[in-house]
């Protein structure tokens, strides 16, 4: 059964950072391509980052580049998304999500993801 379990979301101000972790289970990790998407009331999720397998190969929502950065640690089955200059915009529930199994390219599609985290709160006072 794969799991994907997010972690550090919370309340901080306009420009502060945050760093957010997936641990993720069941899967055979290294050879999945990884997302970070998010979810603000009243809006469609949107893509954030994704991640290559072997995380040579990153990208970015234009909203987030250069202030956010996705990396992964394929000996901790983790995933990792750290957010620095934060704007009250990037509030919302921010999900983390796996392709399937070989599937080892990321992706800005929902769609191309077979399994997703809970999500985590993160809220942006100005």
């Given at each position: 059964q794969v799991q994907l379990v997010e972690s550090g979301?919370?309340?901080v101000q306009a420009g502060d950072s945050l760093?957010?972790?997936?641990?993720?289970s069941g899967l055979i990790f290294s050879r999945n391509g990884?997302?970070?998407?998010?979810?603000?009331?009243?809006?469609?999720r949107e893509f954030v980052a994704s991640i290559s397998a072997s995380g040579t190969s990153r990208n970015y929502a234009d909203s987030v580049k250069g202030r956010f950065t996705i990396s992964r640690d394929n000996f901790k089955n983790t995933v990792f998304l750290q957010m620095n200059s934060l704007k009250p915009e990037d509030t919302a529930v921010y999900y983390c999500s796996a392709r399937s199994n070989f599937q080892d390219w990321g992706s800005p599609e929902p769609s191309a993801y077979n399994y997703w985290g809970q999500g985590t709160q993160v809220t942006v006072s100005s």
């Open positions: 979301g919370g309340l760093r957010l972790s997936c641990a993720a990884m997302g970070w998407f998010r979810q603000a009331p009243g809006k469609e």
